[in-house]
């Protein structure tokens, strides 16, 4: 039972326009929200976080957006460069920081 | 600082064989976790430690063993390869009082034949 999606395999952004990465929960327990990059044969990195009790977590050309009535979590990229093409997941904590569990990830393309 | 380490980079197994792939960190962190990476599945949790002694099961963890008798080691191991073990893993770890530091090794790729 998939607790955490991202219903969009892929995104193709223009360079220099707004790239905005969904995910969707189903637990309204989960603690911290998160969204990691992934390049290709590397680990994931974390980006930005957001807790439960907040709705919005701003870092540079990162913005995250939580809406907890609707369970669902937004990654805001403005503007989007072509470092920015990888791979995103989201993720989520519970059992405080005990458990990690990730979507499925979304690619991001930022073309030139 | 080193971080997570994970090696093997590659190994290629046999049908029935066993292997541990190591995982070791320098950071004094209390969590360590174990995923799998598959194409459309995303990184899965195999199994996860909150400290020395201490391990619990994750969302797939048949097939895997692990145990943490050090703060600074966590194998993972295959205790009889199938092919539907084959995947890119990933060990990571994080303090226990961050809730969103956790640190990722550059992975294992694993074919099972």
């Known amino acids: 039972d998939q607790q955490v999606k991202q219903n969009s395999p892929s995104l193709s952004v223009q360079e220099g326009r707004i790239s905005i990465l969904n995910c969707d929960y189903t637990?309204?327990?989960?603690?911290?929200f998160l969204w990691y990059k992934k390049y290709p044969a590397e680990g994931p990195t974390f980006l930005i976080s957001?807790?439960?009790?907040?709705d919005k977590n701003e870092d540079g050309r990162f913005t995250v957006f939580l809406n907890k009535s609707a369970k669902h979590l937004s990654l805001h990229i403005v503007p989007s460069q072509p470092g920015d093409s990888a791979v995103y997941f989201c993720?989520?904590?519970?059992?405080?920081?005990?458990?990690?569990?990730f979507g499925q990830g979304t690619r991001l393309t930022i073309n030139p | 600082n080193a971080g997570v380490t994970q090696t093997p980079k590659f190994q290629v197994l046999k049908t029935g064989q066993s292997m541990t792939l190591q995982c070791a960190q320098d950071?004094?962190?209390?969590?360590m976790s174990w995923y799998r990476q598959d194409p459309g599945m995303g990184l899965r949790l195999i199994h996860y430690?909150?400290?020395?002694?201490?391990?619990d099961q994750g969302e797939v963890p048949n097939g895997y063993n692990v145990s943490r008798s050090t703060t600074e080691d966590f194998p993972l191991r295959l205790l009889s390869a199938a092919p539907s073990q084959t995947s890119v893993y990933f060990c990571?770890?994080?303090?226990?009082?961050?809730?969103?530091?956790?640190?990722f090794g550059s992975g294992t790729r694993l074919t099972v034949v």
């Open positions: 990571a770890s994080t303090p226990a009082e961050d809730y969103y530091g956790y640190t």
């Open positions: 637990n309204s327990m989960f603690d911290y």
């Open positions: 957001i807790s439960s009790i907040k």
């Open positions: 993720a989520v904590t519970f059992q405080g920081a005990q458990k990690l569990v």
């Open positions: 950071m004094n962190h209390e969590y």
């Open positions: 430690s909150v400290g020395a002694g201490i391990t």
